[in-house]
């Protein structure tokens, strides 16, 4: 009985913890399990003492980023414990505003994509890799995919200014804006700040939110080198299904007839291009050569496709090697890039020079840390890429201009006729005998046409030699010496940019063809005679920034109360060479952190930052941000619970700038010119040209940012996140709309003011569901929306006058919103008929007659007339309101499996080239005018896509809500199947890991309200480069 007496006997157990490295943990929470009341924490040393509790007794041991242990006492009176990193919470360190925090002391609005979920997309630019894998990050590829051009457009949380709208790109902590040329095997993560809270810190910058790019880092371990080669082949994502010549010269004669003319080709002449060899006799020995010059001068020509290349190869190479000891660690790589473009391009033999797309990109990235003393460590990086982008030369007839010369090339493509002759290797007619017949102008019935063909092929050539070097130097001191918790880091980047550009121009003759249908003569002559040669022109430039940057840290556990802060201060030198004018930004910026028991969670950040684009003082301000959290699963109520593992309230409110203007520099100061021969001034002729009048009170936009935030985990299983937020962005520059014009100043002389608002405002849901179903089966399924709507509320806008149904046009509607006249499909389907034009009381068009099957427009202030009072606003704007992506991803033993869908809804724009204006070009059709209205049509009740046809402008083609398309897609962004192979079966060949993988990308694009169906729904028109799909495999090596 004694000794059952002295063994029941309460015990106190006293310890250490530490982590892995035997560094003492502070702060770590020791409960005895089944007795809530009975626990503690480690100290400053990591050292906890538990009196009172049973020698049997199970203790909890629980520290953010760490497993939770549960120890068995066994009558220990001092026990050492170890707690090991949660693989789980690794990921749960966000990085921030120049520097991380732990997930759950997170109070402002961040989201996360690592390089796992960006491998996938083999898309060379890694901004368009991002599309719809980030909530509130909207990515779209306006321009298309022309190789070495294919920059995105980002928006974060959509627009809140006329002005700039792209965020804050940083690169290892350095501003910088080569994105798109950065290889994303070589990237560690993408962070997205989008709340004031976040981004305050980047004052006058950060009011567009910020993009930070973490690069890659060796570890200790050894040597690991891993090879990724990628074979790929793009197409077009979609290509205009054109008429045939038949088909042409029908929709041609019944838009002739439409206008009260008579039909343009006869039956005889539409007989000639459906049987071009109608009478030619087999049997005459010279019938090939006839018969080859007959389907020459009667074709039927598609010269999109004669234009485009089927596939196109893409190749990308990259090798990395990363490693090192408890002293240094390394991280390199270096990576190929071929990608070919899809135009069908002569070869080199042919024209002696390569005019074709093509991008052919070199890049290096060194990552060295070293830890010097203990106290001390330092790091270098290095990155570097060289580019050669090439095209055909647009210095002959596009003054140089790149977008031009391809604009006009598709734009040739789609407008060519399908009766015109293409290019054919008959010789004679006084064409040089070594190249192909290919007239810069083909004549047919005087028409004339400018051949694609020959501007993609016959004007030389562009070559930009593109390089960039980005470097940093770093050191990092622990000062713990002084007091714990307190660091000092440093750092210095020099980047340097260089542009060459070599440009082969090509002069020659232009040839002009001319058949007679109804002779069957065909003539050949000189159009314009030039002196054929070949001359060569050179140019460069470069560029440069040097940033500086120096911070001091704090972070320290009293107890339960953990605290933090950071003060920094930051030059950033940009020199753009030549005679502009160098920039410079400084700042100064600091935070403070507060935590409580890992419950309870608040935050102060802010920014004061200057910049020389404003007046003196003028150019520095102050940006200040609030935010709390409050971790409620970390309550005792809720600790324990197995349905709700995580769950986090947050809120934020802060002020944030933007100084971005545009290319214009120095705003407050007059733009005078001093010289002669000015036009388009104030005082034209000799003398002082003042252009753009100066204002001293200029000053940088001003965005308060709300939001509200939710954070949660069920079962460990299931992850989200909610959004809430509201932007005022006041102080935009704009130029005054209500100054009179009789003031005497003109419109584009007026100085800019600060004067602007514009309100925006949203929500994002971030869904994630990861599950271990089985040793062989692991599944992870994600998505995210993403919704924004803004309103422009101070423009400047002078209203018009109670006459017009809308007097405003940008005041209450939001950036990018069209106009335009609203089309009445409650009057006999939405077109004129002949019945309802004989009605004397109808309404008329002050810009022409309608007829039969075109519009009948709305008159909305019910005046008789259809004008300008009666436009109305026409959908929600060119900005995509919804932005969306959802992936899923399975690994079966060796079997892995992606594939990911992207989304863009409510937006739209209007399409004001090809497709609207069928009469431009001596008629442009496609498919949709097949079915246009005739009498017929609408009297038999069939289907009707587009109103009459018509050889010149009508009433049809003014800005009405037909012409205003609903751009929603929905993109099967990506796709991948792979397998690693056995590792027993790679030993002998000194390989760790190989898999194998098929790949594609952009695959299908599902749009059903985008009536132009042969466009992709995210290109901006027409004329542009087209988008492209591309399907891949490859294989990645580990060694």
Excluded at 102 to 122: E, H, P, Q
Excluded at 668 to 673: N, P, V
Excluded at 817 to 832: E, M, P, S, V
Excluded at 916 to 927: A, K, L, M, N
């Amino acid at each position: 009985m004694y000794s059952i007496g002295i063994f029941a006997q309460n015990i106190t157990v006293t310890g250490l913890v530490t982590d892995t490295k035997n560094e003492p943990l502070i702060g770590v929470t020791l409960r005895v399990v089944g007795e809530a009341e009975k626990g503690t924490i480690t100290d400053f040393d990591g050292k906890y003492i538990l009196p009172n509790i049973p020698p049997n007794a199970k203790i909890e041991v629980s520290y953010v980023g760490m497993e939770k242990q549960v120890i068995d006492v066994k009558g220990r009176t001092s026990i050492h414990i170890i707690l090991n990193e949660d693989a789980e919470l690794l990921e749960e360190v966000v990085v921030v505003a120049y520097g991380v925090q732990k997930k759950v002391s997170v109070t402002g609005a961040i989201s996360t994509v690592s390089t796992a979920d960006l491998r996938v997309s083999t898309s060379p630019s890694l901004a368009n890799a991002l599309s719809g894998r980030i909530a509130g990050l909207t990515s779209m590829q306006r321009v298309g995919g022309q190789p070495g051009v294919d920059d995105a457009t980002m928006y974060l949380r959509g627009a809140s200014t006329i002005n700039g709208t792209n965020p804050l790109i940083l690169i290892d902590g350095v501003p910088r804006d080569n994105i798109r040329t950065l290889d994303i095997h070589e990237v560690e993560s993408v962070s997205v700040l989008k709340d004031a809270s976040a981004t305050a810190v980047f004052g006058v910058r950060g009011a567009n939110g910020v993009l930070i790019i973490t690069t890659k880092r060796g570890e200790e371990g050894k040597p690991e080198l891993s090879v990724n080669v990628t074979q790929s082949y793009s197409k077009l994502t979609r290509e205009p299904d054109m008429p045939g010549s038949v088909e042409y010269m029908n929709l041609r004669n019944e838009a002739m007839i439409n206008d009260g003319f008579e039909p343009q080709f006869t039956p005889d002449i539409i007989e000639k291009f459906q049987n071009p060899l109608k009478g030619l006799d087999p049997n005459d020995p010279d019938y090939e050569s006839k018969a080859a010059l007959r389907r020459w001068m009667y074709p039927d020509n598609n010269w999109y496709r004669m234009l485009i290349k089927r596939w196109s190869p893409q190749t990308t190479i990259n090798t990395n090697m990363s490693g090192g000891t408890d002293k240094v660690s390394y991280f390199m790589n270096v990576g190929y890039l071929h990608q070919g473009g899809n135009m069908n391009t002569l070869s080199k033999d042919i024209l002696k020079y390569d005019p074709s797309f093509k991008l052919d990109r070199y890049s290096f990235r060194s990552n060295i840390d070293y830890k010097v003393t203990k106290w001390m460590n330092a790091y270098l990086n290095l990155g570097t890429y060289i580019e050669k982008v090439n095209m055909p030369n647009p210095g002959v007839m596009y003054g140089g201009d790149r977008n031009w010369l391809v604009r006009d090339m598709i734009y040739q493509a789609q407008t060519i006729l399908p009766i015109s002759p293409g290019p054919s290797t008959i010789p004679g007619f006084g064409v040089p005998a070594d190249r192909p017949l290919d007239p810069t102008y083909l004549n047919v019935g005087h028409y004339a046409d400018r051949s694609p063909i020959m501007i993609m092929n016959w004007y030389g050539y562009n070559l930009d030699t593109r390089s960039n070097l980005n470097s940093s130097f770093g050191l990092d001191f622990d000062l713990g010496a002084i007091t714990k918790g307190l660091s000092l880091k440093g750092m210095i980047s020099y980047d340097a940019y260089g542009n060459n550009m070599t440009r082969g121009n090509m002069f020659q003759t232009d040839y002009q063809a001319f058949v007679d249908p109804n002779t069957d003569e065909l003539t050949f002559s000189v159009h314009e005679l030039k002196q054929d040669n070949f001359s060569m022109s050179y140019s460069e430039g470069s560029r440069y920034n040097i940033n500086v940057q120096g911070q001091l840290l704090y972070n320290r556990t009293f107890g339960e109360h953990t605290i933090g802060g950071m003060l920094r201060a930051e030059r950033d030198y940009w020199d753009s060479g030549g005679a502009q004018i160098p920039f410079n930004v400084l700042g100064f910026a600091g935070r403070a952190t507060y935590d409580y028991a890992s419950r309870y969670f608040a935050e102060v950040n802010f920014g004061y930052n200057g910049s020389e684009q404003f007046a003196p003082g003028k150019r520095f301000g102050f940006f200040p941000a609030l935010s709390a959290g409050w971790a409620i699963s970390n309550e005792a109520f809720l600790v324990d619970n197995p349905i709700v593992t995580f769950l986090k309230i947050r809120a934020s409110y802060g002020k944030v700038g933007n100084d971005k203007m545009g290319s214009a520099r120095f705003l407050y100061l007059d733009d005078i010119t001093v010289g002669e021969g000015f036009s388009g001034s104030l005082a034209a002729g000799k003398g002082i040209n003042e252009g753009l009048l100066g204002n001293k009170m200029l000053t940088w936009e001003t965005a308060d940012k709300y939001n509200l935030g939710l954070d949660f985990s069920i079962t460990k299983d299931i992850t989200g996140k909610l959004e809430l937020f509201r932007e005022n962005r006041s102080q935009i520059l704009l130029t005054r709309q209500s100054i009179p014009s009789w003031q005497g100043t003109p419109v584009g002389n007026i100085p800019k003011v600060n004067m602007g608002e514009i309100v925006n405002k949203g929500y994002e849901i971030e869904l994630g569901y990861n599950k271990q179903v089985n040793s062989d089966l692991f599944i992870n399924v994600k998505g995210q929306v993403s919704y924004n709507r803004n309103k422009r509320i101070v423009m400047d806008e002078v209203p018009r006058d109670e006459t017009y149904a809308y007097q405003y046009r940008s005041t209450g509607y939001p950036l990018g919103q069209n106009w335009g006249y609203l089309i009445d499909w409650n009057q006999d389907g939405g077109y004129w008929t002949e019945e309802t034009l004989a009605d004397p009381n109808r309404v008329t068009y002050d810009f022409g007659t309608p007829g039969p099957g075109d519009f009948v427009y709305k008159d909305l202030n019910n005046d008789g007339v259809i004008n300008d009072k009666d436009q109305a606003p026409i959908g929600v704007g060119n900005i995509p309101r919804y932005s969306y992506g959802a992936s899923l991803s399975a690994q079966w033993k060796g079997f892995d499996a992606y594939i990911f869908f992207q989304g863009l809804a409510k937006f739209n724009s209007t399409l004001a080239a090809q497709g609207t204006r069928e009469y431009i070009i001596r008629g442009t059709y496609f498919p949709y005018h097949k079915k246009a209205w005739t009498k017929e049509r609408w009297e038999n009740g069939e289907e009707i896509t587009y109103p009459a046809l018509h050889t010149q402008e009508s009433t049809n083609h003014r800005a009405n809500s037909f012409f205003v398309f609903d751009r929603d897609l929905l993109r099967l962004k990506n796709f991948e199947i792979g397998y690693t192979l056995p590792a027993n079966s790679l030993k002998i060949l000194g390989i760790s890991n190989l898999r194998l993988f098929v790949n594609g990308q952009n695959v299908f694009t599902w749009s059903p309200k985008f009536r132009p169906g042969h466009l992709d729904p995210e290109n901006d028109d027409s004329i542009g480069y087209p988008q492209t799909s591309i399907f891949s495999f490859g294989t990645n090596i580990k060694f």
